[in-house]
């Protein structure tokens, strides 16, 4: 799956990179945006809600083919939007349901190397060194190499469906502040519309975090079974020592 991304991932990051210095983007980075934030919508309800059961389904050639325009289109909208790799790659990932968060957000990460590449040889050839800062470049660096592990961690750690909303609801606010860039909404209406957007998200977490919670607790059948056990358990050992104290 990394290879079947990486590469057009590169390829369209190199591409968006060349052409950032020639087009304007503003459009397109307000469709996409706004694209996004449905994504994000739809990987909110689907991993919030009593669904289906995550998959961890390996992909098949069909699967592995839908990648490439997948990989391209995000290594585009990444070169020209500063940004963009993970919210197109893991949100539309994420809601097929065909692969549980945690291998999906380490498949888009690993592959990021070889677009970040990419689109860095594009902007070298096109605007050349002096255009690059050293300093927002070491700086990002060192915060990236500082935080990786701690999140990769969590990732191997935490339950899918958190994971899943955890992801939606990043996605949600982070296009909901584009958007409202894009129109201008400042004031009191940005600041209703942002909380709107993290009192839902934070809803959703509690929601699933509720769920796993109860799923933990025994049923009264089970808790019967393990009271069951337990008086057994208890009785085999009182005979083995009644056995014991009359041989002796």
Known sequence: MVTWL??????????????????????GKTWMAA?????????????????????????????????LP???IAGFVDATGG????????????????????????????????????????FLLTLGGGALSGVVIGGLLIGGMLAAPLAAWLVRLLPSRLLGVGAGGLIILTNTQVLLDVAGLAGPVRAVLLAVAAVTWIVALG?????????RRPTPEQSAETAAETAGTAAETVSEEEVLSRSR
Not at 17 to 23: F, G, N, P
């Open 83 to 122: 940004g963009g790799w993970g919210p197109v790659t893991t949100s539309t990932l994420l809601s097929t349901g065909r692969m549980i968060p945690r291998r999906t957000i380490g498949s888009v990460n690993t592959s990021e190397l070889v677009v970040s590449l990419g689109a860095s040889a594009g």
């Open 207 to 215: 929601w699933v975090v509720r769920n796993a919670i109860v799923r």
């Open 35 to 67: 694209l996004l934030l449905a994504l994000g919508v739809y990987v909110l309800l689907r991993f919030s809600a009593r669904a289906q059961p995550v998959r961890n389904r390996e992909l098949t050639p069909a699967g592995r083919r839908w990648l």
């Open 6 to 27: 990486a590469i057009p991932g590169a390829i369209g990051g190199f591409a968006g990179a060349t052409a950032l210095s020639s087009v304007a983007m503003a459009a």
């Open 70 to 72: 997948l990989g391209a």
